[in-house]
């Protein structure tokens, strides 16, 4: 199956540390999501990047297409809350994996 680059874009640039109450729930609905999605093996991985520009998520799936990775990026709590996320979406065009120890 092919690979999807997924850059989650936050609100603004200081996000990670100008989050509110509400912000920081929404952000651990948004790891709920994802960890359930990578239990099922849709998400190869995911995490924070500490971009000096400001940080944003990575994350990397593994989908039958990508009709099949935008859904999942789209149905994410944090874009259906329209509070300003937003993903960027491309097809790896090769992908290696290492072979596990």
């Given at each position: ?10 609100p ?16 651990g ?11 099922k ?38 874009i259906?809350s329209?509070q ?18």
């Amino acid at each position: 199956m092919p690979f999807f680059f997924c850059r989650m874009n936050p609100p603004r640039a200081d996000f990670a540390h100008t989050m509110t109450d509400s912000e920081r729930a929404l952000m651990g609905q948004h790891a709920s999501y994802i960890t359930a999605l990578q239990e099922k093996g849709a998400v190869l991985l995911f995490g924070r990047v500490d971009d000096p520009k400001g940080r944003w998520g990575l994350g990397v799936l593994e989908c039958a297409d990508e009709v099949e990775a935008r859904k999942i990026t789209t149905d994410d709590p944090v874009i259906r809350s329209g509070q300003g996320f937003s993903y960027d979406v491309a097809p790896m065009l090769e992908a290696r994996l290492r072979n596990a120890p």
